[in-house]
């Protein structure tokens, strides 16, 4: 059983930024590229999912991470499927998945070769609140001017393809062992749950929803299994916990009660899949909520939205 207010360990990358306002109030006297948020007492098991902040100042490395197939096929324990949320985006940054057409592997690795893979990926704007999903194999890429939470499977297994010239390794035959040579998949469609609850993503890892609570609302979190409520807008109380936006709750095996701020709440709820749970909250102050809730052991209407939603971005 935990409710449990998550430290934060700082990863520094060369694209990171120095400034982490107003999310952070980490000093970062070298750019922190990373917050991995981790439980208060590190001698405890690690969980699963990986929740951490991205703060972009230049863009990340052109990657690909293995699916679980493959990542065992190479000794390692599992892949890597992953979830941006966008905190923050200055004007016209941008994210890529997916390549602008199908190519083969060999081409692909000769692209990587000679860099051409900088022109071969699919870009897109994107703008804060909007959510990406990022399966195991897609070949990705972040932009600069970027703020993300991103919830994904616990492993460290990146596959680049293109560095920038920064020197870092590349990772040819991984990368193109891993990746899907095609255009990325369409995006998954919002599901709105209820008043409160949108779903955001459904994967056999992890789900996300985004919740948003009512100034001075009171819940019930029944956390089966483990579970993380990252802070998007406002402040709460999580049992013994108090979050603000950019501060991370784990909760395992356990009810918290929260209590929303006097602004209300926005949150990123996120917890191990394959399918999300109907009853994970409950309303404590409107109880006939309750049962407005969408019933999510029917299986939910198939809808998609296409990859290319958003204004499509010149590299
Ligand atoms: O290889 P670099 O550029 O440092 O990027 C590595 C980072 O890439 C992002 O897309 C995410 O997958 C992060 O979890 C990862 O740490």
Redesign the pocket.
């Known amino acids: 059983m935990a409710i449990e207010y998550a430290s934060a360990r700082i990863v520094h990358?060369p694209?990171g930024s120095t400034d982490l306002r107003p999310w952070s109030k980490i000093p970062a006297d070298k750019a922190v590229?990373?917050l991995w948020f981790q439980r208060a007492n590190l001698n405890a098991p690690d969980p699963a999912l990986l929740l951490?902040m991205?703060f972009t100042k230049a863009p990340?490395?052109i990657?690909v991470?293995p699916d679980d197939a493959f990542a065992q096929s190479i000794g390692l324990a599992h892949g890597k499927s992953?979830a941006w949320y966008i905190l923050s985006a200055a004007p016209g940054a941008k994210v890529a998945i997916g390549l602008k057409r199908p190519v083969k592997p060999a081409q692909l690795r000769s692209a990587i070769e000679d860099g051409s893979i900088a022109g071969l990926i699919q870009w897109r704007r994107v703008v804060a609140d909007e959510v990406v999903f990022v399966p195991a194999g897609a070949i990705?890429a972040?932009g600069a001017g970027l703020v993300i939470a991103?919830i994904?499977q616990r492993s460290d297994a990146?596959f680049?393809l293109f560095d920038y010239g920064r020197g870092r390794e590349l990772h040819v035959d991984n990368a193109v062992g891993a990746a899907h040579t095609g255009p990325a998949e369409p995006q998954p469609a919002e599901e709105r749950l209820s008043d409160a609850r949108t779903l955001l993503i459904s994967s056999p890892h992890f789900i996300v929803e985004r919740i948003v609570l009512a100034p001075k609302s009171n819940w019930d979190l029944h956390a089966e299994r483990e579970t993380w409520l990252f802070g998007v807008k406002g402040d709460t109380q999580i049992g013994p916990v108090k979050a603000i936006a950019g501060e991370a709750v784990f909760i395992d095996e356990d009810d918290a009660e929260i209590k929303a701020g006097a602004d209300g709440f926005t949150g990123l709820l996120t917890y191990l899949g394959p399918k999300p749970i109907t009853d994970i909250l409950h309303n404590l102050t409107d109880k006939s909520a309750n049962a407005a809730v969408r019933d999510l052991s029917r299986p939910r209407q198939p809808a998609l939205r296409p990859s290319n939603r958003l204004t499509e971005a010149r590299p």
Do not use: A
């Open positions: 990358k694209w590229g990373e951490k991205l990340l490395s990657q991470h992953e990705h972040i991103e994904q990146t680049r």
